[in-house]
């Protein structure tokens, strides 16, 4: 394992933030708006930052587009801490994206889960080795959302030798439990997919670190979270946790289509304008939402 590699290993305990996508007034990308919510997010002590993510919008975004938004997060970045790069659709652009991730200088790739309706399970582990080979050495990092795959599937991603980290994002810790002992000689990164809120359980079976869209708005937050959980204090944790569960139930409405909409607007409120959310995702925000959540930010400062 190399240097940079071990330090990687070793952030994916930390926090992965995943960075929204700005657009400016005509829909159309406005990279330099990110700026402010990377420096934010590094300050605060934010361990790794995802470009291209799910609060990127990135099922909403051209490959051009996801291309171009890599390159900047990491010139915003500036190797201050590791970058992921997210990849996925079809194979070819998995591929054609994963290149690009490598050129921009992406610390690893997040493969996201495939979203094609005929979705083979051994196709997915073609799939990640197609894209693994396409990086040219550049580490992975699962995104698994769906365990349904099964455990012999799960274990044979989990050994492709580029693979270094597993974004856990079902909430099935039990199944987590299994998965982790099944390839545990590998010492993988075991990350909660699923945010603060699903970090004290995913902890309690021996996941470390978690994802997180607040760190857009409020890194300091997430940071004290982890810190409380790094330490095993999971109650300070809960109530730091139990703070921002407003915020969090406003993002799954709309059957977790306002997830990225509820970031963008309380980033608006924040005098942080990041643009609107794309469709399908809601927005505007319905009135009552849009009210709820300006006392919360209101609240914040």
Not at 195 to 201: D, I, K, M, V
Request: aromatic fraction near 6%.
């Amino acid at each position: 394992m190399t240097e940079s590699t071990t330090s990687l290993r070793t952030a994916l305990d930390g926090i992965s933030g995943i960075l929204v996508t700005p657009f400016d007034d005509s829909d159309q990308l406005a990279p330099d708006r990110l700026a402010p919510v990377v420096d934010r997010a590094i300050e605060a002590g934010v361990h790794v930052l995802v470009a291209n993510g799910n609060t990127s919008e990135f099922f909403g975004l051209t490959m051009a587009e996801a291309e171009r938004m890599v390159h900047a997060a990491a010139e915003h970045v500036r190797g201050r801490v590791p970058l992921l790069g997210g990849v996925g659709r079809s194979v070819h652009d998995a591929c054609a994206l994963a290149r690009a991730s490598r050129k921009a200088g992406a610390a690893a790739l997040m493969v996201h889960q495939l979203t094609d309706p005929f979705v083979a399970p051994s196709g997915v582990v073609t799939y990640v080795r197609r894209i693994a080979d396409a990086a040219d050495g550049l580490p992975v990092v699962l995104y698994l959302r769906d365990d349904a795959i099964g455990l012999p599937v799960i274990e044979a991603l989990c050994r492709i030798p580029q693979v270094v980290g597993v974004k856990w994002a079902s909430p099935t810790p039990l199944r987590l439990v299994q998965a982790m002992a099944q390839v545990a000689d590998r010492g993988l990164a075991w990350v909660c997919g699923l945010a603060e809120p699903w970090a004290p359980p995913m902890y309690a079976v021996g996941a470390r670190g978690f994802t997180s869209g607040l760190i857009n708005v409020r890194p300091d937050l997430s940071v004290r979270i982890h810190a409380a959980l790094a330490k095993g204090d999971y109650s300070p944790a809960m109530e730091l946790i139990a703070g921002i569960a407003s915020f969090e139930e406003l993002r799954t409405h709309e059957r977790n289509g306002s997830n990225v909409s509820v970031v963008k607007a309380a980033l608006r409120f924040a005098g942080q304008d990041c643009g609107a959310a794309r469709p399908p995702s809601t927005w505007p925000l319905p009135e009552a939402d849009l009210a709820q959540l300006q006392r919360l930010v209101s609240g914040w400062k």
